[in-house]
């Protein structure tokens, strides 16, 4: 069994869809002065002091509410406790610029994801 981190298994980022990247900023920046690190126009980051998250270019889920991401040092093990426990993978595992993620709904539908680093 690898080493587990001491983020394993805890709430480690939280995502909004938006319609507009640019705009989020500006709002969120001017409401709360939070930064933000571009990942390209579709994707930012913003650190709130104490909570990184991102805003992604797409349809914003509004009444859905902004995906909570968790974090797993074996992300493998992760999927298999997560359908042990009733979730269903709903985006099969993938690759992105800081590691690897997919999501699943839980039994009563929300939709998380969970992610590791390379």
Request: aromatic share 16%.
């Amino acid at each position: 069994m690898a080493k587990r981190s001491g983020n394993d298994r805890r709430i480690d980022y939280v995502e909004f869809d938006v319609a507009d990247v640019a705009r989020a900023k500006k709002f969120y920046g001017e409401a709360f002065g939070w930064s933000f690190k571009d990942y390209g126009p579709g994707y930012c980051e913003f650190r709130d002091g104490r909570l990184a998250g991102g805003f992604a270019a797409g349809t914003a889920r509004g009444g859905g509410g902004p995906l909570v991401i968790l974090y797993a040092d074996d992300l493998a093990d992760a999927q298999r406790r997560i359908e042990a426990a009733g979730g269903r993978i709903v985006k099969p595992a993938y690759d992105f610029p800081g590691g690897r993620r997919f999501h699943f709904t839980d039994p009563d539908g929300y939709q998380l994801a969970v992610w590791t680093a390379h």
